[in-house]
């Protein structure tokens, strides 16, 4: 009886509680029946205390998931994000270089030299300026269809700026998930599974032991078999936690014993 004093204290994130420091309903039931015997009046029996103290939903196991179950959707968008930059470069328009057919229509024709104060070469000035006027529509009129002959990149701007987004979003998403995940913590009492979730706002569900499936498939990728998890369905799926065999035999064992406490209830 020296374990039962200790049996409100809850058990390590991960770990299962010892058997020795749980009390079995046979042995409540044997020490209620002790009370039926006379032991006088005035007088309190060696295991007052202990029935005051004894907790019949005792916290046996908790855990909470791993960030490892993010580890394959973040090497999935990594390996898409490297390849979205390869086809960026790839396909990325070229500039146009000095001495191309683009650069040179592109120059200006230069300006005449102006006549001297004797007015020497008006003549050639006037010719010279209309000239250049010339050659200037030229110019504008063989850039234009230079520019657009050239590359057109708009399909390469909307690539760009739709890869940002999505690869924005994605960042958003996960940072999101990590945090739902680090919030999530899983609590079993020697009655009940309790899951709780939730950021800001908090949600508890809660699910009898007796009512879940005892038959626990135990699901183990590889990245969560790298950190020592697993997947354990019972009826409702933990993901991510440590342990998931004894888990798995806990669940089923402590889900006997309650259906056999609510059986015994219900025919008294």
């Not at 058997?19 to 007088?43: A, C, E, F, K, P």
């Not at 050659?135 to 234009?144: C, G, I, P, R």
């Not at 183990?220 to 065999?245: C, D, H, K, Q, T």
Request: charged share 20%.
């Amino acid at each position: 009886m020296s374990g039962v004093l200790d049996v409100r204290n809850d058990a390590g994130e991960g770990s299962v509680a010892n058997r020795d420091n749980v009390m079995s309903l046979h042995h409540v039931d044997s020490l209620v029946t002790q009370t039926g015997t006379n032991i006088g009046n005035g007088r309190v029996t060696a295991v007052a205390q202990e029935l005051l103290n004894y907790d019949p939903e005792a916290q046996v196991w908790q855990d909470s998931p791993t960030l490892a179950l993010m580890l394959s959707s973040v090497l999935k968008w990594v390996v898409l994000v490297l390849i979205w930059l390869a086809a960026l470069a790839v396909f990325a328009p070229a500039p146009s270089l000095p001495g191309t057919p683009v650069a040179e229509a592109a120059q200006p024709a230069q300006p005449p030299v102006a006549a001297d104060k004797h007015g020497h070469g008006k003549k050639k000035t006037r010719a010279a300026n209309k000239s250049a006027s010339v050659a200037n529509e030229q110019v504008a009129k063989a850039s234009s269809s230079a520019s657009a002959s050239g590359p057109d990149d708009t399909w390469y701007q909307v690539a760009r700026w739709a890869g940002i987004l999505i690869v924005a979003y994605q960042v958003y998403s996960h940072c999101v998930w990590a945090l739902r995940l680090k919030n999530i913590r899983y609590k079993m009492s020697s009655q009940r599974l309790t899951i709780e979730s939730g950021i800001f706002s908090k949600t508890t569900n809660t699910y009898e032991l007796h009512k879940l499936d005892s038959s626990g498939q135990i699901h183990s990728p590889l990245f969560l078999r790298m950190v020592g998890r697993a997947n354990l369905y019972v009826g409702v799926w933990l993901s991510g936690i440590r342990n998931a065999e004894a888990v798995r035999d806990l669940v089923r064992n402590a889900g006997q014993i309650e259906a056999s406490r609510v059986d015994k209830a219900r025919w008294r």
